[in-house]
């Protein structure tokens, strides 16, 4: 008996060593079991309790009735399926009659705290189906990607989600996206992730940072073509436009619209055309828009309304061309001058990081999820990377990034570097990657003036 005792706290103290300092592992060797078994022993009552049952069908009242039986308990929604994930736990469920998925959206919180959980989130997955995801511990608390993911052409891994899942960047689903977040927010790491996760696949990648290319130019070895200041950002822009043009004009003559051609393999897009006539689909990554579209003179002004205009015309047209936009900043409004508010209407993806002002959040979300802005202005400071991620489509997501340092991104870049394709076009734009100058020592660690 004193053995068993022993063992028996010893496992105890396990399981709370691993509850505090290794949460994923805990929930796999203990938590998964406790937490089905709550839910299943738990699940009738606690749905009566959250209103989500309905009365029986008034033939089985009736048969009652008539058997003098005990009239029957309200039904809840039937359980289709239940599994485990590595975060948590997924629950499909068969409404019954009268029911919608709103109602088990509303009582997610409720959900939460009947069964323990950290998190509740609900969708539907068909008519009358519902599929709840439920977490087990605070997945974005330390950001651990899952190993495996699902690979498609032009769909790269980002973040994690509260739920557990995977964020993906989909460029053939939202080809443009806006991100916005303070300094210090976790921005520049989002970015990290997301060339890291460019730079395995086939495709061009342009930048333009006009913070003298510190934030780009590390990364060098895998981009095409970069700019450090307005004025290259403005050429490199209009040849990008050019390249556009000219890849429509591609798809033109490839459009195979003879009447013995079926309509499936009518081109209207470069993926539509054969893979040996694809051109090389471009992701422009723009670090800071604020910088591009503010000016001092009015050289400047019409330096600025060039490159809007030409922002804004990749944004409507470039999709079909294969050229995405990815719109970074700190700020982004109305006050930035004429076109923004028409950009950020092409900018099907948001993300919005730590913002300073409501300003910011509504810019960002006011037009397709307005209860996004307030949870996109309520992240606190000491949680960098933690980001609202949302499209058009109205729904939004918590994500947070795993932290890849520069070093990081740098060596990833490097490994790829042979995958970084040469566009004519945009030759005059290869950054060069060399060794850096050597920094000259301040004046006051020279040795001159010890």
Avoid at 146 to 173: K, N, Q
Avoid at 263 to 280: G, Q, S, V
Avoid at 341 to 369: C, K, P, V
């Amino acid at each position: 008996m004193t053995a068993f005792t022993v063992a028996l706290v010893l496992v105890v103290a396990a399981a709370g060593l691993l509850r505090w300092r290794r949460p994923a592992w805990y929930w796999l060797g203990f938590g998964v079991t406790l937490a089905a078994l709550r839910v299943l022993v738990r699940y009738r009552s606690v749905m009566d309790a959250c209103g989500l049952t309905v009365p029986p069908a008034r033939w089985r009242l009736s048969l009652a009735r008539a058997t003098n039986q005990p009239i029957p308990e309200p039904r809840p929604p039937r359980i289709r399926r239940l599994w485990p994930t590595r975060t948590g736990l997924v629950l499909r469920l068969k409404l019954r009659p009268g029911q919608d998925v709103f109602d088990i959206a509303a009582a997610s919180d409720r959900l939460r705290h009947s069964f323990s959980m950290f998190g509740v989130t609900s969708r539907e997955v068909r008519s009358g189906v519902v599929e709840v995801r439920m977490t087990g511990y605070d997945v974005l608390k330390r950001v651990q990607m899952p190993a495996e993911t699902e690979t498609r052409p032009m769909r790269v891994p980002v973040a994690l989600r509260e739920d557990g899942s995977v964020h993906y960047r989909d460029y053939r689903a939202n080809p443009h996206a806006l991100t916005l977040g303070a300094t210090e927010s976790g921005k520049s790491v989002y970015q990290r992730n997301l060339v890291a996760g460019l730079a395995p696949l086939d495709v061009a990648l342009v930048g333009i940072d006009c913070k003298q290319g510190v934030e780009l130019f590390p990364l060098a070895s895998r981009f095409s073509a970069l700019a450090d200041s307005p004025d290259t950002a403005a050429e490199l822009l209009d040849a990008l436009v050019a390249r556009m043009a000219d890849v429509y004009r591609l798809i033109r003559t490839q459009q195979r619209i003879t009447v013995d051609v079926p309509d499936a393999e009518i081109a209207a897009d470069i993926w539509d055309l054969p893979e040996e006539l694809r051109p090389t689909p471009v992701v422009v990554l723009v670090d800071e828009v604020a910088e591009l579209a503010l000016y001092a003179t009015k050289e400047e002004e019409r330096r600025r309304d060039r490159i809007i205009t030409a922002l804004v015309r990749l944004a409507q047209l470039g999709r079909a061309a294969g050229i995405y936009l990815e719109i970074c900043g700190q700020r982004f409004g109305s006050e930035l001058g004429k076109g923004i508010t028409m950009l950020r209407a092409q900018l099907t993806g948001r993300t919005a990081h730590r913002l300073n002002d409501e300003t910011s959040a509504n810019m960002a979300f006011g037009d397709i999820a307005p209860d996004a802005v307030l949870a996109a202005i309520q992240i606190p400071a000491e949680l960098r990377g933690l980001a609202i991620a949302g499209d058009s489509s109205g729904g939004w997501h918590r994500i947070r990034a795993p932290h890849t340092s520069l070093r990081q991104a740098v060596n990833l870049c490097n490994r790829y570097a042979d995958r970084t394709p040469d566009l004519p076009e945009l030759a005059p734009f290869r950054p060069t990657t060399g060794t850096a100058t050597e920094l000259v020592p301040s004046a006051k660690a020279s040795p001159a003036t010890a």
